[in-house]
């Protein structure tokens, strides 16, 4: 069955490079989640689609970092001009229902290094 | 806003010997409780879920948690390891309240079991 998917899956960057990074969901799933995860810590949320709609955007660090889902499906977090602090694993969760409720299905992750 | 605390961060244990991961987590209001675990080199997955009802909770591989109002605990237990478990272990906490709230992990205990 397919599960969440991530690409690419390793990315190195140079310092002011700009990435994008890709979520595939489960079909149908309503939610989807997106977090980094530095070495040695849990998942720490950035962002949150309801569909198409980005209901939470809280936790992304600054405006260097922007996400989308313009069809409430696949979705794409972009880093521009990344710093070596963005080093780190993107995970994305998807989830069936709206809200955080809901168990979450979480992707392979894409280690970002930034050299 | 919510947080959660897990104390131990790596734990040693032979086969056969009995787990217990501490949880502890900071909010206020009604909570859903979830430990996730990533086995090497595999995606976080859903171990068990508290939301109501009973607070002794099962979930797969013979794994349990309490779930203790009192105490802000849901403490993750086990009563005989095998060396398949080794993994890392991630407590969530999500607020319960209407429409969406996002969910908060701790920093992850490593379990490492030796044959």
């Known amino acids: 069955g397919a599960g969440v998917s991530q690409s690419p899956r390793y990315k190195v960057a140079k310092r002011g490079q700009d990435v994008a990074l890709r979520c595939d969901p489960i079909?149908?799933?309503?939610?989807l989640f997106w977090y980094q995860q530095a070495l040695g810590q849990g998942p720490e949320f950035l962002t949150y689609?309801?569909?198409?709609?980005?209901?939470?955007k809280s936790g992304l660090p600054s405006d260097r970092f922007f996400a989308e889902r313009p069809e409430g499906s696949v979705s794409t977090l972009k880093i521009q001009r990344t710093q070596q602090e963005d080093s780190a694993v993107y995970l994305c969760?998807?989830?069936?229902?709206?809200?955080?409720?809901?168990?979450?299905?979480f992707g392979p992750g894409t280690r970002l290094t930034v050299l | 806003a919510q947080s959660v605390s897990q104390h131990n961060h790596h734990v040693i244990l032979s086969e056969a010997a009995s787990l217990e991961l501490g949880c502890n987590y900071s909010?206020?209001?009604?909570?859903?409780l979830f430990w996730y675990v990533q086995y090497p080199g595999q995606h976080l997955q859903l171990l068990l879920k508290?939301?109501?009802?009973?607070?002794l909770v099962k979930g797969i591989k013979g794994f349990e948690a309490e779930f203790i109002k009192s105490k802000f605990s849901f403490n993750l237990r086990k009563p005989s390891v095998q060396w398949s478990d080794t993994a890392e272990y991630f407590c969530?906490?999500?607020?319960?309240?209407?429409?969406?709230?996002?969910?908060?992990f701790g920093t992850g205990t490593k379990l490492q079991v030796i044959p």
């Open positions: 969530a906490v999500n607020a319960r309240s209407g429409g969406y709230q996002k969910v908060t």
């Open positions: 689609f309801q569909n198409e709609a980005q209901l939470d």
């Open positions: 969760a998807s989830s069936l229902i709206a809200g955080g409720t809901d168990t979450q299905y």
């Open positions: 508290y939301f109501s009802g009973d607070p």
């Open positions: 079909s149908g799933h309503v939610s």
């Open positions: 909010y206020g209001g009604t909570v859903n």
